[in-house]
């Protein structure tokens, strides 16, 4: 089946530095990604969509500027989040629509657990 | 807009106890549904799914079934394992265009031996 890579699996990085998360389509060509956050002991929510060749939408009270999405390529899409800070800390997840058929699920990376010190 | 609730967890159960986890949506058009699970320390994983009504996911001895008219889909097994201690989340999402998905909460399932 379909698989997305996520890297790295985890990142401790001091407050005010810039992380980079990737997010990869291993087998398929995904020119849609979705990154989500969790945060602890709650469900994820979507903190935007990532178009290849465009202009990623986010979700209302999603900082854009703080959170930079790259879509270069059919099957990167990176985060990067500007200037951490440790309420930035949490766990981030890419998902990329599987290709095979309408309805056929989303797959996700095994996720980014950033910790912001 | 569309939503997903499940019921609250934590839910521990005894290893060969019979598991339900409800799960009930409010969607505009026809979704397809998804039970997702979540390992400690783990990404998402697709459990199962169901894309029309009527129908029935089904993996790894868990089952449910798309019931439009209680818009529902119940997670069920009837023998669990330790091993199928996790998270588990029921989202939706629209067929047919790259739409986002919905989730739930998420309920934590807890199995003791």
């Known amino acids: 089946g379909a698989v997305v890579s996520q890297h790295p699996s985890w990142v401790i990085c001091k407050s005010g530095t810039s992380v980079k998360i990737e997010c990869r389509s291993l087998d398929f060509q995904a020119t849609t990604m979705f990154w989500y956050r969790q945060f602890p002991k709650q469900s994820l929510m979507l903190m935007a969509t990532?178009?290849?060749?465009?202009?990623?939408?986010?979700e209302q009270g999603v900082e854009k500027d703080k959170f930079l999405i790259n879509h270069a390529s059919l099957t990167l899409s990176t985060l990067t989040v500007t200037s951490a800070h440790p309420e930035d800390s949490s766990f981030y997840i890419c998902s990329a629509r599987d290709p095979k058929g309408a309805g056929y699920g989303y797959t996700f990376g095994s996720g980014t657990r950033l910790t912001v010190v | 807009g569309d939503s997903v609730t499940q019921m609250e967890g934590p839910v521990t159960l005894s290893e060969e106890a019979f598991l339900t986890i409800n799960c009930t949506y409010t969607?505009?058009?026809?979704?397809?549904l998804f039970w997702y699970v979540q390992y400690p320390g783990e990404g998402l994983q697709l459990l199962l799914k169901a894309t029309k009504a009527d129908d029935k996911g089904s993996n790894k001895g868990f089952e449910a079934t798309y019931r439009k008219e209680t818009t529902s889909f119940h997670l069920e097994k009837g023998s669990v394992q330790v091993s199928d201690s996790a998270v588990y989340f029921c989202?939706?999402?629209?067929?047919?265009?790259?739409?986002?998905?919905?989730f739930g909460t998420g309920t934590k399932l807890q199995v003791i031996p």
């Open positions: 989202a939706l999402g629209n067929s047919g265009g790259y739409q986002k998905v919905t």
């Open positions: 969607a505009t058009g026809y979704p397809s």
């Open positions: 990532s178009n290849e060749g465009s202009k990623a939408t986010y």
